[in-house]
């Protein structure tokens, strides 16, 4: 009978440290191909991932999965919201033609939110229009008649500081890349620009664009190919995906997409050696079964396997066959320290739904309660999240019936990033007490002590009445 420890079972041992805690390295990966300044991914549920949380948590290092309870078309514009909110240089560029209206124009950049557009005929740019020259345009007047046709623009090849420099020199907001032919190939904003200034650490592809990862269910291949047009990852999401069935549908997408593919959830050594030997390019395993503090599996079921034994599982199956396989840790990570443990155990990377789904960017309703505020926090096989039935294949086929979620209400804290930074300050710590530099040094040099109920208890603030506390006597 296997012992399955999990975070609260464990602690850390200090060693020797040769580095302080703010010069910690904490740069991971998050697949074979992508790598991350922070070792945090955000969860694929419907109250904690959309494009506004996975733009935040991308912009500081991490990297969203947006979910999909929802329907294909709106999963999709949710991952393009994301490859658009910055871009070293924008290829999808949105145009108007010259004998489009003024009208036209003006409902583009506001369904896009944009300021203005670049006119081309055919493919040659010929021209750029603004919210300036648009605004109070008669809408049934032409573009042609309201641009600025004197475009300042620049060749493709032309270096940041050099766009830079253009923009400034003109006092202009959009510079045009275009071809030898004059054809248009780009577009550079100043907001990019400034966007890499202000978010020096973000997540981003080889495009300057933020990285975004999106779930999909191994068995809807229209899903999967239409997210590998804009996703950098995509993420099977399913509660056991050591299963025959899965497994097929699962080589059937890896075929037909681009995209690093993220495999589980998987919690056993067992499960991981199949899907080494059984399924190619596999970008990343998501372990651990049953953890989420709003997952009831384990309890429902008696099946299920805790975060920290998952994890230690499935890196000794990537180590015993080396893979060379990245992987996250899903679900139970409550504090700083659950992060070192589960990065210890051989973890790149933790996913994060509880402590994300407290905070301004994700889409759960906000509630007061008492003078307090509290956020909408569900689980994926909770009722309420399967009555919109798109991830009822999550937890095997649509025909089982029985919920594995609940739904309640967490804490308001505010932004991600109030989070994000005191996640990665005490992971920081924890790692400085450990003696590591890097996340790749605390696999090699980090130990774990079991803690016994005396070691837990002795382990928290004793002996003492807290303001907390003494305001309930």
């Not at 400034?168 to 004059?182: A, F, Q, S």
């Not at 030997?277 to 503090?293: C, K, P």
Request: aromatic share 6%.
């Amino acid at each position: 009978m296997h012992v399955a420890l999990t975070f609260r079972d464990v602690f850390l041992l200090p060693g020797r440290a040769e580095v302080e805690p703010s010069e910690v390295d904490v740069r991971t990966r998050v697949t074979k191909t992508h790598n991350l300044n922070i070792p945090f991914v955000s969860s694929p549920m419907d109250t904690v991932t959309e494009s506004d949380m996975a733009i935040a948590v991308a912009r500081h290092g991490g990297l969203g999965v947006v979910h999909r309870n929802c329907s294909i078309d709106e999963e999709v514009e949710m991952a393009k919201r994301v490859k658009r909110a910055e871009a070293l240089i924008i290829r999808d560029v949105i145009t108007v033609a010259p004998d489009d209206t003024v009208g036209q124009a003006l409902a583009l950049m506001e369904k896009h939110n944009i300021s203005g557009l670049p006119v081309v005929e055919k493919t040659k740019l010929v021209g750029i229009v603004t919210g300036r020259d648009v605004r109070f345009a008669q809408p049934s007047l032409s573009v042609k008649q309201v641009m600025t046709k004197n475009v300042v623009k620049a060749e493709e090849g032309t270096s940041i500081e050099e766009a830079q420099r253009l923009l400034g020199d003109h006092k202009i907001e959009k510079l045009p890349i275009v071809n030898k032919t004059g054809e248009l190939a780009g577009l550079i904003t100043f907001k990019d620009i400034l966007l890499r200034g202000k978010y020096p650490d973000a997540a981003r592809d080889e495009n300057g664009q933020l990285l975004c990862a999106a779930a999909v269910s191994p068995f809807d291949l229209e899903r999967a190919k239409k997210l590998d047009e804009f996703a950098d990852i995509l993420v099977t999401d399913v509660s056991h995906f050591h299963n025959a069935n899965v497994f097929k549908a699962t080589k059937t997408l890896m075929s037909e997409v681009s995209a690093d593919v993220i495999v589980g959830n998987i919690g056993t050594y067992e499960a991981a050696e199949d899907a080494i030997t059984e399924l190619e390019h596999i970008g990343g395993f998501r372990v651990g079964i049953g953890s989420g503090s709003i997952c009831t599996t384990t309890e429902i079921t008696k099946a299920g396997s805790p975060t920290l034994f998952a994890t230690a599982q499935v890196s000794d199956a990537v180590a015993k066959y080396g893979a060379d396989i990245p992987v996250i840790a899903d679900g139970g990570i409550r504090t700083p320290g659950d992060v070192a443990i589960a990065l210890t155990a051989g973890a790149s990377a933790v996913m994060i739904g509880n402590l994300f789904a407290r905070c301004r960017e994700s889409p759960g309703t906000l509630i007061t309660i008492g003078g307090r505020y509290y956020k909408q926090y569900r689980g994926m096989g909770s009722p309420t999240a399967r009555e919109k039935r798109y991830s009822l294949d999550r937890y095997s086929l649509p025909s089982k019936g029985v919920p594995e979620g609940v739904e309640g209400w967490v804490p308001y804290k505010g932004e991600v990033s109030i989070v994000l930074d005191e996640l990665v300050s005490g992971l920081r710590a924890s790692m400085g007490y450990a003696g590591a530099g890097s996340v790749q040094e605390l696999w090699r040099k980090a130990r774990l002590a079991a803690l016994s109920p005396s070691g837990a208890e002795e382990a928290r603030p004793h002996d003492i009445l807290l303001p907390s506390e003494s305001q309930e006597v």
